[in-house]
C-alpha cells in the first residue's frame, strides 16, 4: 500500500517536473484570483464614488 502511494508521488522519475509545473500553476491560479477580487473591489469603490458625487 505504502509502495503504490511512494510510486504515485514519484511519478516514474518525473516527480520534480510535474509537481513543480502543479505548483507554479497553483501559484498563478492564485495571483491571477487576488488580482480579480482586487480589481473588482477598486471598480465597486469607483462606482460608490461616483454614485454619491450624483445625490
Known amino acids: ?11 516514474d522519475g518525473y516527480a520534480f517536473f510535474i509537481w513543480s509545473a ?3 500553476w497553483f501559484f498563478l ?3 491571477l ?3 480579480v477580487i ?6 465597486e469603490k469607483k462606482i ?3 454614485y454619491l458625487k450624483e445625490q
Not at 38 to 43: A, G, V
Request: aromatic content about 18%.
Open 1 to 11: 500500500m505504502l509502495n503504490k502511494i511512494i510510486f504515485f508521488f514519484e511519478m
Open 22 to 24: 502543479y505548483a507554479f
Open 29 to 31: 491560479l492564485t495571483l
Open 33 to 35: 484570483s487576488i488580482k
Open 38 to 43: 482586487s480589481r473588482k473591489n477598486s471598480i
Open 48 to 50: 460608490k464614488e461616483l
